[in-house]
């Protein structure tokens, strides 16, 4: 019974499309951390920008960048459900370490999360949103282009948990825009199929390529007593369908979710940024 109560939460985000929508407020975006002597410190400038999608939903997002520097490589994080801009910040160092290491980031709100509404004045979140997040994410793309300080074509797509599908099939309807991209945790079910959700089902000219995925091998959903849902599998399902250069790298005995993986997995780490490196 512990172990059902445990995943139930997360079972209610992944399945139960339509109960949520849009927050009228969004938590106070901070960062912190242990309490260290004071010293010279870096200040890397984050900025709050919105952009417009072709569907006309405002899109908000924090771009960060490392001080005066030039010829940016930048790379977009996309929440996972129910999630918000504010999560790469406040919830992983991965938004800091990325510009300590010389990248821009630019974190976004999809369409009925944090400040970015959904279209049509609706308030309840749908399958249909979920699908179209894509359409944020080129907003993104069109506005990187408008940026001085980018390098247009050095740009990643990473994205946690059901931004990691999203992450997926931007890598294969954006090819031309989109060098590389890493999925971390992908996975989205149908509440009454259990079938795979945002995977680029029906998409013309469809093809993801150079996408790194990683993922825990514990990392599951127990549907029933006799039924699991695992995001391993799911993250393998996407790799076949994904050209090279691409990997999938599975971290033995986590559960760990998402953006939790750089956190709390220091391989995934390392991982990580040895794909940005070669691929980007």
Request: proline share 4%; with cysteine.
């Amino acid at each position: 019974m512990a172990f059902m109560n445990k995943i139930l939460c997360r079972w209610i985000w992944v399945l139960a499309i339509g109960v949520a929508g849009c927050s009228d407020s969004e938590e106070e975006l901070q960062i912190v951390g242990p309490d260290l002597p004071e010293g010279e410190g870096r200040v890397y400038p984050i900025s709050a920008v919105s952009f417009t999608s072709i569907d006309s939903v405002e899109v908000s997002a924090l771009l960060g960048t490392a001080g005066d520097s030039e010829s940016l490589p930048v790379v977009i994080l996309l929440h996972d459900l129910g999630g918000n801009k504010a999560d790469w910040l406040n919830n992983t160092g991965t938004y800091v370490a990325l510009l300590e290491r010389g990248y821009a980031a630019l974190a976004i709100d999809m369409r009925g999360h944090g400040e970015t509404l959904l279209p049509d004045g609706r308030l309840t979140l749908e399958l249909i949103d979920l699908e179209r997040s894509f359409l944020d994410v080129h907003a993104a793309l069109i506005w990187l282009q408008s940026q001085s300080k980018i390098d247009i074509s050095r740009i990643a797509v990473v994205g946690s948990g059901s931004g990691g599908n999203i992450a997926y099939v931007c890598s294969g309807v954006f090819p031309e825009l989109i060098k590389t991209s890493v999925s971390l945790s992908p996975g989205l079910w149908g509440a009454a199929s259990l079938e795979p959700l945002v995977i680029g089902t029906g998409l013309e000219s469809f093809g993801p390529r150079s996408m790194l995925f990683m993922v825990g091998d514990q990392d599951q959903i127990a549907v029933s007593e006799d039924r699991i849902l695992s995001y391993k599998d799911f993250a393998s399902f996407l790799e076949e369908q994904t050209a090279e250069p691409k990997d999938l790298r599975v971290f033995t005995d986590s559960a760990d979710h998402g953006y939790a993986l750089l956190d709390n997995v220091a391989e995934a780490q390392d991982l990580f940024f040895l794909w940005l490196e070669e691929n980007l």
